[in-house]
């Protein structure tokens, strides 16, 4: 028996206890002891029912990409690991102290949306909305089992390796509520799929799912760029170096070191999720960076640990080190991207244009 497997099992009664604490939350919310807010403004819900790695912030990234051209965006998140508490907004230094490393980084990459962090999700779109300049749509990262808060469109992502329906409750296995919540969603998303998936293999995964006939379901990949500078400057592509000191600090690094590999030789140098580097840790890292062979070599990480690594920008100990940062995007499957681009859009323009004709509507907020 795997050592998981054997602190499972020693964990079990544990389940039946955390189980218990769960439906009961749930049963509060259906029979409206607990309340349930849809606030005045189109939002959405993106988030999963395991703990972690399924790759909320790169899918927020791309509703990002698709909705704030259009529309004015707000990007609500708790704000993981922040050192701070309550409603921020972001004052543009993007910091992850401050923000936390996935909104900071996001604060980064989309300079024109509001980034606001909260962790209360119904007080944080309070508050967003009575901003000068208020958010058309509000994207809500990792809600949900924020339960609170009603988004307008809640999207459930799964893991195509380490999908909900062959995971158990914590903290026997990894799900942070029964495999049921999934009739909260409106769409799921499929992440980290192989990008050529045979119709034979999606039908008989889409019906593990067990969704209803008005869930919709997409499947998505990881797409890697070309290394950039940790501090700026021209892209490197991966087959012109020999080795790589791969650096990460999230739940699963596993496929990023299956890509790098394909490249060079590559050791990996992992640190727990979310993992705020320290001046002992960069010890560690030159140590381990000057114990690699060949002249061409490289220190690669992730851009949320890019985020926090710059924190350390100002130390000698960064000095001389060429540490870059892999970004990474989603791409939905070519034959369904168009139409959950639509399902999107569609949704959020009938929603906006409702909430627009009904301004002059006293909301009870």
């Known amino acids: 028996m795997s050592f998981r497997k054997t602190i499972s099992c020693i964990l079990f009664p544990l389940t039946m206890w955390y189980a218990v604490g769960v439906w009961f939350r749930n049963l509060m919310f259906s029979l409206g002891i607990k309340r349930q807010v849809a606030p005045p403004v189109t939002t959405i819900g993106v988030g999963n029912l395991c703990a972690g790695g399924a790759g909320k912030t790169p899918h927020v990234e791309y509703l990002l990409r698709l909705l704030s051209p259009h529309y004015e965006t707000a990007l609500l998140s708790r704000g993981y690991r922040r050192h701070t508490k309550g409603f921020l907004l972001d004052d543009g ?172 030789s590559v050791t990996p140098m992992r640190f727990s999720d979310h993992h705020r580097y320290t001046l002992s840790d960069l010890k560690r890292i030159r140590h381990a960076f000057d114990q690699l062979q060949g002249s061409r070599k490289l220190i690669l990480t992730t851009e949320k640990d890019a985020v926090r690594l710059r924190e350390l920008a100002s130390s000698d100990l960064m000095a001389g080190l060429p540490i870059y940062y892999l970004p990474i995007t989603v791409r939905i499957d070519p034959s369904a991207e168009q139409d959950f681009d639509h399902t999107i859009e569609s949704i959020v323009h009938e929603n906006v244009s409702f909430l627009e004709r009904m301004k002059k509507t006293t909301f009870n907020f």
């Open 93 to 264: 230094c993007h910091s992850p102290s401050r923000l936390g490393d996935e909104p900071a980084m996001l604060a980064g990459k989309f300079p024109k949306i509001t980034v606001a962090v909260c962790e209360d999700r119904v007080e944080g779109v309070r508050r967003l909305l009575q901003s000068e300049l208020p958010p058309q749509v509000v994207v809500l990262d990792d809600v949900y089992q924020h339960r609170s808060i009603k988004p307008t469109v809640n999207i459930l992502l799964t893991e195509y390796h380490k999908p909900y329906f062959s995971d158990h409750i914590m903290p026997y296995g990894d799900l942070r509520e029964f495999r049921s919540a999934r009739r909260r969603a409106r769409m799921v998303i499929v992440t980290k799929a192989p990008e050529q998936l045979d119709p034979i293999s999606r039908h008989s995964f889409v019906s593990r799912l067990r969704l209803r006939p008005h869930q919709k379901v997409f499947f998505s990949h990881i797409h890697y760029s070309h290394p950039l500078p940790l501090m700026g400057g021209a892209e490197l592509p991966l087959d012109s170096i020999d080795a790589a000191l791969l650096l990460t600090g999230i739940a699963h690094p596993e496929p990023m070191v299956q890509h790098v590999s394909q490249f060079c």
